[in-house]
């Protein structure tokens, strides 16, 4: 079966300061969701990335997807503290986009 | 147009009671998921549902864990006889029928804890 690792479990950065999040997949990406998730709540979506080597970008948030579809990362540039969260990267399968698998999450504190 | 809502968002239960959780999609959507989140173990697909149709359920439990979307009202996932292992977030997400790769969209969940 598919496995997501997260890279690392959890960070702490300066505010200003850049940061990668990186989400390794055991098995090829059919599409690849990145969520964020505050502590005691729900999910909010950031992107999603289905070909390889696409690249997204929304405000400071930019996710790409490798040219193999097996890596995603996902990069915040002059972090804030309104950037704290969970990461969480999500794949899709094969034959199913909506059944998703999730990688442990990164902890992203930013420090003002 | 509203979110998906997820009542309620906090549930206490003793153990072997029954929890109910509710989930109603955004308008328009008829696809629904049910996700759990366990301290320390991420997100794991439960059931996979359409309007009064389970398309999916080879992550829920086998016993004691029922999921419905009828075709009026919120989807319920139902737990029967709940133990502390139960204890953990629950988020249902929705997405629209015709429409393919697109993000799902989650509710704020339903905590539950067994005590």
């Known amino acids: 079966s598919q496995e997501l690792e997260q890279s690392p479990q959890s960070l702490i950065v300066q505010e200003g300061k850049n940061l990668t999040i990186n989400c390794t997949s055991s098995?090829?990406?059919?599409?690849l969701y990145w969520y964020k998730q505050k502590y005691g709540e729900g999910l909010i979506f950031l992107m999603m990335l289905q070909k390889g080597g696409e690249e997204k970008s929304h405000e400071k948030i930019t996710a790409k997807l490798d040219e193999k579809k097996q890596q995603s990362s996902l990069h915040i540039t002059a972090s804030q503290p309104s950037h704290a969260g969970i990461y969480l990267c999500g794949a899709a399968n094969a034959g199913n986009n909506r059944k998703l698998i999730w990688g442990l999450g990164t902890s992203l504190a930013v420090n003002p | 147009n509203a979110g998906v809502m997820q009542n309620p968002r906090h549930l206490v239960r003793r153990r072997g009671q029954e929890a109910r959780l509710r989930c109603s999609p955004m308008k328009g959507h008829s696809h629904v998921y049910w996700y759990r989140q366990l301290p320390e173990e991420g997100l794991k697909f439960m059931v996979y549902?359409?309007?009064?149709?389970?398309?999916?359920e080879s992550g829920m439990p086998k016993e004691r864990f029922s999921a419905e979307f009828p075709k009026e009202g919120p989807s319920i996932l139902r737990i029967q006889q709940v133990v502390r292992g139960d204890s953990a977030a629950y988020f249902c997400?929705?997405?629209?029928?015709?429409?393919?790769?697109?993000?799902?969209?989650f509710g704020q969940g339903t905590r539950l804890t067994v005590v």
């Open positions: 098995k090829t990406l059919y599409g």
């Open positions: 549902l359409q309007k009064e149709n389970i398309i999916d």
């Open positions: 997400a929705s997405s629209p029928q015709a429409t393919r790769n697109t993000e799902a969209f």
